[in-house]
Structures are given as C-alpha cells and as structure tokens.
C-alpha cells in the first residue's frame, strides 16, 4: 500500500514499516522504544537541538558551544606524540581554530591542503596550544556556491543503537510529510475552546515546531520542556490518562454495592472505649467515609496521611459500620508483619464489642486453612485480616462489604478492580478504602488516583514530639551504642535497624543476626530481640510480642518493621546505612518511634563518604518531621513513576509529561477532563487510543 493510503487511515493505524527505508531490521529497533507506528514517531521527541543554521565567526568561539564555522586551511600536519593526530588549522579572519583527527585516511589529509575551504561542525574546546574541534563533521565547500546551512534547528533524538541521528531525521521528515498532505491523519482532538482558553497550539503545529524548530527557538525552553509546543503534548497525553482514570470511576459508580445503612452503635460503642478521643481529621475522614459507604455505590476512597496519623482507627470504623449493616470486611496489608499489627489492634478493639477477627496468611495450610476458608464462606467471621493471600482463588466470602487496603502504593489500578471482582456478590461489589502513608500534593494525587475519591488525615494525635534526628559517622559506633545502653537504663526501648542491599535476602538476615550478636556481648545488660524476613510467623509474632511488653529492650531488625511496628515506649531508633534507603522508607522507619509523648531520636549511621544526593536526603531528614514536605522532596529527587509505585505498576507511564515538572497546571488538565467528557465525550476514547493505546483503557478492563 502506498504512503498516502496508509495515511488516510490515519497515522495511528500506520505501521512504521510504511515509511521510506524503514525496513524490518529497523521497525526491530524501534519497538524497543515502543515504536511500532507512524504516529509513535511523532510523538517520540528530540531530546535536544543543535544550531546548525547559521556560521559562526571563529574570532568569537567559546569552549562547549556546538557550532558550524567556516575557514581556509592554513596547514595541515601530522604531529606525532602520545597518540599521532592530524592537525588542520583554519581561518576566517576574525580567527583561527585547529581541528584535531586521531583517525584519518591519506586521501583525506591530501584533500586538506593549504587554502581549501572547509565548513565544519563539532564542539569546541580547549586545546593544548588553542581552540580546537575533535572530529568535526566537514564537508569541503565550493569557490562558486557556499551552499545552505540548515533552516531548522537539529533535531537529536533518544535513540536506540542501530537507528542513527540521519536516519531520525529521515523518518520524521517523511512522517511530516505525510501529515503536511493529509493533516486529518492525526485529528484534533482537542477543543478549539479548550485551546483557546489554555493558549495551546494545534497539535499538528505542535509537533512541526519541536521536530523541526525555527533558528530563533528558544532553546533553554525546549530543554527544560517547558515551551508551549511541549506542553501542548504533555497537556494532550495528561488529559488521556485523566479521561481514562475518570471514566473508570464514573464506571464503577454505576455498579451496585450495598448501602451500609446503619444506626451506628458499634461505632459509638468503640469510640467509648478507646482511650482517646479522635482528632478533628480523624473525625471528618470517619465522616466522609461514613457517607460514602451509606450509597448504593461502590465507595473508592483514598487516605492519604503521615505515619502515625492514626489511619487504623479510622479503618477499623470503617470495618463496624460494614458489620453492623450484617456485610463481612476483608482487610489487607502488603507484608504479614503489617498484617499482624493490624490483627492486633483490630482483636483489642473490637474483640470486646464481640467481634473476633480472624487471620488468613498465606502460610496456613491444611485443616487449618480449610477451617478459615469454611468460616469466612458461611459468614460466621465478619473482619478478616492478611495480605494479598485474602484474594487467592479458592477464599470465598459470605457477604463481602468493604475491602480495606493498606499502603496503597503497592497495588496498582489493576488490582484494584481485580479485587473488587473477587468480592461481587449479587451483582453487588464491595466498597473500598485504601490507605497510604506516602502523602503527596493534592493535585498530584488527584491526577494519578483519578480514580478515587481523596481523604487527607492532616493532624497527628496530640502529644507526638517531633523525632529528632542526627546524621552520625560509623567511626562512631561506640557513641551510638553507649547512647542505645542509655535510652534503656532510663526504661526506654530502641530499635537497630540494618539495611542492607545484599540480593539474597539470607545474607541479610545472617548480617542483621551477626549485628543482633555483636549487640547482645557489648550490650550485656540489655535484652536483646531480633526479626527478620526470614523467620516464620509465629517466631516474629513472638519477638514482637515481647518487644511491646517491654520483655526487650532492643530490637534489632531488617526493614520488616517499616511499617506498622507501634511500641510507644521505644524512644530511639539506629538505621545503620540509612544512605541506602529512600525518603519514604526512611521517614516510615523513623515514624516507628516519636509515638509515646516523650523526646525521642533517631541516629542515621551512615557510612562514609556519602554521594551528593545521599547527602541531601539525610539533610531533608535531619531537617523535617513532616511527612508532605519530605514527600515532595522525595518528588523532586526520585521523580514520580518512584514515588507514586506506578513504575512498579507499569501505570501513569507518561511519554512526554512529566508529574512533578506539569505540576502547577495539573489543575487545567483536570478541568479539561470535566469538559471532554461532558461536551465532548466522543472526544474521550479517540484521546485515551492515541495516548495509552491498546494498552490500558482503565475504563475497559
Ligand atoms: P498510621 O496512620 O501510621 O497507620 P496508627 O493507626 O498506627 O498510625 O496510629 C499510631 C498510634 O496512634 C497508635 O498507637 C494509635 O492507637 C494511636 N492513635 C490513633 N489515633 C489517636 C488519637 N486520636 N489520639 C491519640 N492516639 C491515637
Ligand atoms: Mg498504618
């Protein structure tokens, strides 16, 4: 088929193959990059520009700059040294410039003899004696026509290896080509309103303009992506992910879930016996949750808040409402460790309102598995707690009303609703709350968890003295050590966290044993406690046990305790090369102490010397406790595929936008998806094909 009825298909639908000289050696190569077609190309962006479109004088070169110069050949000469090199001397005038080859051909020194007229192009540096260019690019110029420089700037291209700069500028010369014959082979999808309001130019333009920019571009824009032709593209790619996002919660919220419609009593009767009451943020999330599982229609709520902000109990309020209303609540936690906590708090909470919650792990086996499976599928359980072991095949629920997930950020869109389907019964799905202690901006979380609904717990419980932290040397082990044996002979407790990035996860656990044991001798007077991964259950549990009943004094333990340790008398914690750890892992390490009203420490023991941006995260945690401002630094030195976990997830993969970067305007964007799907809502699938493919219509799985 040829070009051109290809392209009235559309550039979507138009395999690279169709291009002039892309082969299927080629097309190989480009999948890589995930490109398969002509429209791919387009969007896959110069990563910058060279100026090639004027000749610069050699009197006013400057080391590092990229530039075409022009000059006749003083001399040329072989010099011989450590390496042999060819040396041309140019000039035009205004100046001189040397250009340097390590590798050349007799017939190419021939060709440069004195007075032959050259035009070059390279980078300039300082050489031994001056200027010079290494390997320029040349060509020999003509007495009669000097020929033309380049009108656009150039193009350079992420690439892959085997496809060549030329060969770039090949393929998007011709796909620009198609589309300046048929531009509707790469529709408009966006508003004339829209555009007008936002000031965004057309796509079509767009994409012109950043393939091939004019001379006076502004560069320091393009390479900060920030230019309006960038952001047009960003916009157009955000909003895609935005409308699919949407149209997956306006999906769900169509779906039918039971109306937990309940008097309250269990709530009021747990409040009572809490031993504290709810601060302002507790309440208005309990609240908004309240209101949301008394519909219909399947709740999917997310909680943001800091460690410690006392999300548990707002679950477990949660929990009652649905058992109230007669429904059974399923609660999961990413590790077996956090799941215990939870089991924990949820038996003293609710075990006295008669209410015993039942413990599913991955590890039960047997007589004692099939006695879980058979009373969570006739309903005499009602709150089951685990890991993702609770959504294994054969655990069949009664009467499923709420699902609570806890650290959101390990379970992806796609579990989500894996999830919800597990738990459809009657044509009814169950409600969710999921909640997360790596808080981030608002907008932000709106634009990755389109799909839900957001609560922010943006107190801590009164009394929580902000953890002070200092950053130590490993020399200083003796310090650290005498200050541990300290904080306990007062009655405090501390844990020793060892981080270690081993692959194997056993040469962690001997490395945190042989720490436990090195402890044990030079602290003889403290009892001494260790956890590890690679302990079963029961041990652990054991450990822990004794560790909250002040049975132990220290703790010793892998990062298993980063989340939902609770032990308020421990007052200090050691992390051994925290320089290897994240923000986020290291702020929720630290949140396991600060937790009982009293001055408490973290001493970050690093081992030195320290890379810059180690260096910056240990100074963010010595300088903040607040877990939104520690996120967003975190945003700024990890970027948000990290952050976010969708990079795990393989979700929010974002071509040209970038979250952090298109922050400040996330707000457009969402507003652009009210308007896209209650004006234009055939606009919506059109946008999500170009911009997340087959891949992932989330409102279609
Ligand atoms: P996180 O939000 O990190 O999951 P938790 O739910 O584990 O926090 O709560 C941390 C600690 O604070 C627990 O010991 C919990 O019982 C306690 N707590 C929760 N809410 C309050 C409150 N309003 N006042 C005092 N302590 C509270
Ligand atoms: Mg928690």
């Known amino acids: 088929m040829l070009e051109q009825e290809r392209a009235s298909n559309g550039l979507d639908a138009m395999p690279v193959t169709a291009l002039k000289g892309v082969g299927p050696r080629n097309a190989a190569r480009l999948a890589k990059l995930g490109i398969s077609r002509v429209q791919d190309i387009l969007f896959h962006l110069p990563l910058r520009y060279q100026d090639r479109t004027r000749v610069v004088p050699l009197g006013s070169l400057r080391p590092g700059l990229e530039v075409v110069v022009e000059g006749a050949v003083e001399y040329a000469e072989v010099k011989l040294g450590r390496r042999r090199s060819l040396l041309v001397r140019i000039a035009d005038g205004s100046g001189a410039i040397v250009l340097r080859f390590f590798h050349f051909s007799q017939a190419q020194q021939a060709g440069l003899t004195s007075g032959v007229r050259l035009r070059c192009f390279g980078e300039v540096r300082n050489g031994p004696a001056s200027l010079e260019i290494i390997h320029p690019e040349y060509q020999r110029l003509n007495e009669a026509e000097p020929g033309a420089v380049e009108a656009a700037l150039t193009p350079i291209y992420p690439t892959t290896e085997g496809i060549h700069q030329l060969s770039w500028r090949g393929m998007t010369d011709r796909a620009l080509e198609i589309l300046a014959e048929h531009p509707d082979a790469l529709p408009e999808w966006l508003p004339a309103e829209l555009r007008s309001r936002l000031r965004l130019p ?5 994409l012109r303009y950043l393939h091939r920019p004019p001379p006076d571009a502004p560069q320091d824009q393009l390479l900060a992506g920030t230019h309006p032709a960038q952001w047009r593209l960003a916009f157009e790619e955000l909003l895609a992910h935005q409308i699919s996002l949407r149209r997956l919660r306006q999906e769900q919220k169509k779906t039918a879930a039971p109306a937990l419609a309940v008097d309250g009593q269990l709530r009021r009767r747990l409040l009572e016996s809490l031993p504290f009451a709810l601060t302002g943020a507790q309440q208005r999330v309990v609240g908004e949750i309240a209101a949301d599982l008394k519909q219909g229609h399947p709740m999917l709520r997310l909680v943001q808040g800091d460690v410690g902000s006392g999300k548990t109990v707002i679950a477990a309020m949660a929990a009652l409402q649905a058992v109230e209303a007669g429904f059974q609540v399923a609660l999961m936690a990413p590790t077996e460790l956090l799941a215990e906590q939870h089991l924990s708090s949820f038996a003293a909470w609710l075990e006295p309102l008669g209410i015993e919650p039942l413990w599913l792990a991955g590890r039960h086996r047997g007589k004692a598995r099939e006695q879980v499976l058979q009373a969570i599928a006739s309903g005499a359980v009602k709150v089951v707690v685990g890991t993702h072991a609770l959504f294994q095949e054969d655990v069949i629920f009664h009467a499923l009303g709420l699902v609570v997930i806890d650290e959101q950020h390990r379970f992806g869109v ?46 801590l419980p009164p009394g929580r003295i902000p953890v002070t932290t200092v950053a130590i040397s490993d020399s200083r082990r003796d310090e650290v050590m005498a200050r541990v044996r300290e904080a306990c002979a007062q009655g405090r407790q501390a844990y020793w966290v060892c981080t270690l990035i081993e692959e194997s996860e056993a040469v962690q656990c001997q490395a945190a044993e042989n720490t436990a044991n090195r402890l044990a001798e030079n602290l003889s007077e403290l009892r001494v406690g260790l956890v590890h991964g690679r302990m079963r259950g029961p041990e652990k549990e054991q450990v822990m046990t004794r560790f909250k009943a002040g049975d132990l004094d220290l703790l010793v333990a892998t990062t298993v305790v980063e989340v939902g340790v609770d032990v308020p008398n421990a007052s200090l914690m050691i992390i051994e090369n925290p320089e290897r750890l994240g923000l986020a892992q290291l702020h929720q390490l630290r949140g396991r102490v ?39 630094k975190d945003l700024d030195l990890r970027g948000p595929g990290e952050v976010l976990g969708t990079r795990q997830t393989g979700e929010m993969e974002l071509r040209i936008a970038d979250l952090v970067r298109d922050q400040d305007r996330l707000a457009d964007v969402q507003a652009a998806a009210e308007l896209i799907l209650s004006r234009y809502p055939s606009h919506a699938a059109p946008l999500i094909r170009r911009w997340l493919g087959e891949r992932q219509d989330y409102g279609a799985v």
Do not use: W
């Not at 709106?446 to 957001?454: N, T, V």
């Open 202 to 206: 057309e796509l079509v333009s767009a």
């Open 414 to 459: 796609h579990q989500r609703l894996a999830m919800r389907e597990k738990g459809a019964h009657l044509g009814r799905v169950p409600h969710q709350l999921i909640m997360t202690a790596t808080p981030i901006p608002r907008t932000l979380a709106m634009s990755a968890y389109a799909d839900l609904d957001l609560s922010v717990v943006d107190e």
């Open 594 to 632: 600060g937790r009982g009203g009293t001055d408490s420490y973290c001493v970050l023991m690093f081992h030195p010397p320290l890379s810059a941006s180690a260096r910056q995260r240990l100074a963010v945690m010595r300088d903040t406790n607040d877990g939104f401002l520690i996120a967003s």
